[in-house]
């Protein structure tokens, strides 16, 4: 288990970003960027007892590989998104229920009806460029900058959004860099996640 710290700022604009304009952010930069694509399913019964629970599992396809994530729901206050995270590598796109008795979902894997009737709900699929960042103090940041969607059923809503991942060091100097990319660039904080955008996708479908 892990305790993720990221700020997450949302692009204000349909074009992409220029990042490559920011002298300063290319001095950070550790080594070149790496752009990956993410295909993420998450998953919950129809009565979503996962997030009534205060967790969430998806499973995420990079390439050839595949993780298994259990991720509690936290607290997201400014753009801070603070939450216990559980990822594991996979051989395929099947569950390691051993694995998930180690998270926080133990008591409903455990329960057949709840397990049982778990499903795909929703998936996101989107671009991420990958920029290892090392501050003046030696802390260290992953900044994602992420352009896709979410989809559930026949309904999408667009992904484009930066994400600031504390790694190593305090996460206030991760707050100043987040508030000299908003003064640089059309951002905005957002305390909402990807998953949540799919929570609202699909039950805008159930109603």
């Given at each position: 288990m892990s305790l993720e710290q990221e700020i997450k700022l949302q692009v204000t604009q349909e074009q992409a970003l220029d990042l490559n304009k920011l002298d300063w952010l290319m001095a950070m930069l550790e080594q070149p960027g790496q752009q990956i694509h993410l295909l993420s399913t998450y998953f919950d019964t129809p009565d979503l007892e996962l997030k009534k629970f205060g967790a969430g599992l998806r499973l995420r396809q990079i390439g050839e590989q595949w993780l298994q994530t259990v991720k509690c729901t936290g607290k997201a206050e400014n753009g801070?998104?603070?939450r216990k995270e559980w990822e594991h590598p996979l051989e395929g796109p099947e569950f390691d229920k051993r694995l998930l008795k180690q998270t926080e979902l133990s008591p409903l894997v455990a329960n057949a009806a709840i397990w049982d009737a778990i499903k795909p709900l929703f998936t996101t699929e989107f671009e991420r460029l990958v920029m290892p960042l090392q501050l003046d103090d030696?802390?260290?940041?992953?900044?994602?900058?992420?352009r896709g969607e979410v989809r559930a059923g026949n309904k999408q809503t667009p992904i484009h959004e930066i994400e600031l991942e504390l790694k190593q060091g305090e996460i206030k100097k991760v707050q100043q860099l987040a508030d000299q990319l908003k003064a640089a660039l059309p951002l905005q904080y957002s305390d909402i996640s990807k998953a949540a955008q799919g929570y609202s996708l699909y039950q805008s479908i159930e109603k």
């Open positions: 801070l998104h603070q030696g802390t260290q940041v992953e900044m994602a900058y992420d």
